[in-house]
Nanobody, 129 residues
């Protein structure tokens, strides 16, 4: 059974930092590209960041570029999202997702939610002003 479990969310003041983690189990972690998405209350789920299977390529939404870093540790079956200089508009539930990419280039990644096969339950991030 595939499970993606996010952690690290919480309440932080504007300008602060949070580090999210997502542990994947029940799947071959290194065969997937990984992504982070978020959904604010009453809004659609949107793309935040993604990292390729090789870990050598990453792509960020314009809204977080320069403030967020995605990384992965295949040995720990974990993908991370380091968020700095947080703003109130970053408040949302953050989800990690796995995109099966074994037969794609090692540098492949996707910002499209529809390409992802598995999703976590999400972790709440709240940024106070």
């Amino acid at each position: 059974q595939v499970q993606l479990v996010e952690s690290g969310g919480g309440l932080v003041q504007a300008g602060g930092s949070l580090s999210l983690s997502c542990v994947g189990s029940g799947l071959a972690f290194d065969q997937y590209a990984w992504g982070w998405f978020r959904q604010a209350a009453g809004k659609e789920r949107v793309f935040v960041a993604t990292i390729s299977r090789s870990g050598g390529s990453a792509y960020y939404a314009d809204s977080v570029k320069g403030r967020v870093t995605v990384s992965r540790d295949n040995a720990k079956n974990t993908v991370y999202l380091q968020m700095d200089s947080l703003k109130p508009e970053d408040t949302a539930v953050y989800y990690c997702a796995a995109d099966f990419a074994l037969y794609r280039s090692g540098s492949y990644y996707s910002p499209q939610p529809a390409t992802y096969n598995y999703w976590g339950q999400g972790t709440q991030v709240t940024v106070s002003s």
